[in-house]
């Protein structure tokens, strides 16, 4: 599976916009990004790519000033290689958890040690929505819990929530290499109890889950919040970020249809993570 990277240049640079961007970016498919000093480099799979979509939204983006930018294809078998050069450094979060890759030495020790060799999936931790998420878990209670990653990108969460002692932990990703690189995370960090599955919310029906954790973006979970709450037991809770705080209220009136309530949420930089409890 080959990849797009496109590197966006925002003339005058400002972090929000930057972030408006990605997100923009998410809805047309783009999967992965990283921050440069004056943008961003968006990566999205080479068969997803439509170039006059991707033109249309950057003529409409409400910018004052201008963006530019340039292509180039990138073969799989370099992936890795594009997020060593582009800084895929450890993070600590909470003093609790560390994230490095395996190519890192001299890791600071902190009770959960977590290898991510990410091979341009989401989810290392330096986005705000994957480090709320990870704030979220090092506080809750899994033990003994069914839990359910949607979109778990490189299971970072996954495997977190394994090592705070849930009972057993899906985790669901659309993208076939996310799959595969979701079960070489696994087996770096020497985690069981997950079982890891291709597909998207269909593959929820009959399944029960007493904690769910949802880092998409807004307009899937929009999507997908009925089946969230029809395999949710009871007092359960449902965790999900990848959207800003304005729209929480969109998110909250499609979640009180199903019977799901707004307990609290987090803010970083504009991006949330929620709580809603059935």
């Known amino acids: 599976m080959n990849y797009v990277e496109i590197t966006l240049s925002i003339q005058p640079f400002e972090e929000y916009i930057a972030d408006i961007l990605a997100s923009e970016l998410g809805e047309i498919g783009?999967?992965?990004?990283?921050?440069?000093?004056?943008?961003?480099?968006?990566?999205?799979?080479?068969?997803?790519?439509?170039?006059?979509?991707?033109?249309?939204l950057l003529s409409d983006f409400p910018v004052f000033g201008k963006i530019e930018y340039s292509i180039k294809n990138i073969p799989q078998e370099n992936w890795n290689e594009e997020?060593?050069?582009?800084?895929?450094?450890?993070?600590?979060?909470?003093?609790?958890?560390?994230?490095?890759?395996?190519?890192?030495?001299?890791?600071?020790?902190?009770?959960?040690?977590?290898?991510?060799?990410?091979?341009?999936?989401?989810?290392?931790?330096?986005?705000?929505?994957?480090?709320?998420?990870?704030?979220?878990i090092l506080k809750m209670d899994f033990v003994g819990k069914k839990v359910l990653d949607m979109g778990c990108g490189t299971s970072v969460l996954t495997i977190l929530?394994?090592?705070?002692?849930?009972?057993?932990?899906?985790?669901?990703?659309?993208?076939?290499?996310?799959?595969?690189?979701?079960?070489?995370n696994v087996k770096l960090n020497n985690v069981s109890n997950i079982e890891i599955l291709l597909g998207d919310a269909k593959l929820l029906k009959g399944m029960v889950f007493?904690?769910?954790?949802?880092?998409?973006?807004?307009?899937?979970?929009l999507?997908?919040?009925?089946?969230?709450?029809?395999?949710?037991?009871?007092?359960?809770?449902?965790?999900?970020?990848?959207?800003?705080?304005?729209?929480?209220?969109?998110?909250?009136?499609?979640?009180?249809?199903?019977?799901?309530?707004?307990?609290?949420?987090?803010?970083k930089n504009g991006w949330v993570v929620v709580r809603y409890r059935r």
Request: with cysteine; hydrophobic share 35%; proline share 4%.
């Open 30 to 56: 783009f999967d992965s990004f990283v921050p440069t000093e004056n943008g961003i480099i968006a990566y999205i799979q080479e068969s997803n790519f439509q170039k006059p979509d991707f033109e249309n």
């Open 83 to 136: 997020w060593e050069k582009n800084f895929f450094e450890p993070i600590i979060i909470g003093n609790e958890c560390v994230i490095h890759s395996s190519f890192h030495k001299n890791i600071p020790q902190a009770k959960y040690n977590i290898i991510i060799d990410p091979k341009m999936s989401f989810g290392t931790g330096h986005h705000e929505t994957t480090s709320l998420m990870i704030e979220e």
């Open 161 to 184: 929530a394994a090592m705070r002692g849930a009972k057993n932990v899906t985790a669901i990703d659309i993208d076939t290499w996310c799959v595969e690189n979701s079960h070489e």
């Open 210 to 221: 007493d904690i769910i954790i949802a880092n998409i973006n807004r307009n899937i979970l």
């Open 223 to 267: 999507a997908d919040i009925r089946q969230y709450a029809e395999c949710l037991t009871n007092n359960g809770e449902l965790y999900m970020s990848g959207f800003y705080k304005e729209d929480i209220p969109i998110i909250e009136a499609e979640a009180n249809k199903y019977g799901l309530k707004l307990d609290c949420f987090k803010e």
